[in-house]
C-alpha cells in the first residue's frame, strides 16, 4: 500500500526537505540509537532481540537514491485525468473480471463475513500491484532504512515501520527480514501491506498456520477484507457518486470538501448540491473536485471512500479502486460464467 505516505513526498522538493548528503550515505546516522531504542522496546515480548543483532542487520541494509528519489515523484501528484488511464484500462478491468471469478467462492465468503463487497477487495489489489504482477522490487529493509534515516519529511513514521519490520519475524510469518520484497516505500505483498498493517491485520485465510502475501490468494483477500472491515466499512454502504451542483456555484464551500464526510446529503441539498440516486438527508456525505478528461467534475463521497483513503490518502487512488471495482462488477454481471460441459 503505497497508503498513507505518498502525498507528503511532495515535500521533499522544499531545500529542508533534501535527502541526506552524500557523507551521510556511507553508513546510516541514527542507526545505533535505534538499535539500542528498539531493544529496550521489545525486551519483553522479543528478548532474543539484541542492541547486537539488529545493527547487524541493519549493516546490511542498503540506501537506495532510487528510493528517495521515487517517493518524491508519487503518481497521486498528477491530475485525474492523467492518474485514472494509470489503473482503469481495459486489460486491468478484464484481469480484475477473471481473478474475481477464479476467486468467487473466497470472496463472497469475506464479502458475507467483512461487509465488504468483492469486487472492492479486488480492486485493490489490482490497484495496488495489478493483481500480484507487480509486487515491488525493493528489499523491505532497504526501502525501510532509506526513508527511515535519510528521509526527513517522514522519518519518525519509517522509523516506527522499520520497528515494526523487526518484530515480525514469527511462527506465522517465518521469512528472513532481509529477503523481504516490495514497494520503494516498504509495503508488501499482493496487497501492499506495510509492516504495522500486516502485524495489525494480516490474516492467515488457507488455514496453512502462516501468513503469505505474496503467494495465497485466500491470505492476501482476507488480509484486505479485514483491513477495511478494521478501519470501519459500512456494510451496504455507498462509497461514492457523481454530484450535481447547482448553476452558478463556481466552487464548492469549504465546510462540503474533505475526504471525511463531514457534512450531510441535506446539508449539501440545502445548498443545492444533489445527486442522482436518494440518500437518508443525515448520511455524512462530502464533496470532491476532480480535474476530469472532459473538465472539472464533482462527486459526492461517504463513509466507505473514506475508509478507502485509509489505504492511501490520495482522493484519487480512492477514486481509481472504486471505479474499477464498479468496471469489475459490472463485467462480472454482464458476462456470466460459462457452464460446466457436459459429459
Known sequence: MLHTVLLVALLAASPKHAPAPAS????????KAFARELAQEAR????????????????????????????????????WKDYRPLFLGQKRIDEGIAFYRAERETLELLS?????????????????TFYGRNVGKHKALDALATLAFHYPPRQPFFRSELKQLFLLSGPQFPYKLDELVGSYAGAMGMGQFMPSSIAKYAIDGDGDAKVDLWQSRSDVLSSVANYLAGYGWVRGGPIAEPAVLPDGMDGVPPEAQGIEPKSSVGALFALGITSEQERPPELPASVLGLDGEAGREHWLTYRNFYVLSRYNRSPLYCMAVHQLAGAIAAGVAA??????ATP
Do not use: F
Open 24 to 31: 551521510a550515505k556511507s553508513e546510516h546516522p541514527g542507526a
Open 44 to 79: 519483553a515480548t522479543h528478548p532474543g532481540l539484541s542492541v547486537q543483532a539488529i545493527e547487524r542487520t541493519l549493516a546490511r541494509a542498503r540506501y537506495q537514491q532510487g528510493i528517495i528519489d521515487a517517493i518524491t515523484r508519487p503518481a497521486e501528484a498528477k491530475p
Open 112 to 128: 458475507e463475513r467483512y461487509g465488504v463487497p468483492a469486487e472492492v477487495i479486488v480492486a485493490i489489489v489490482g490497484v495496488e
Open 335 to 340: 458476462q456470466p460464467e460459462p457452464a460446466p
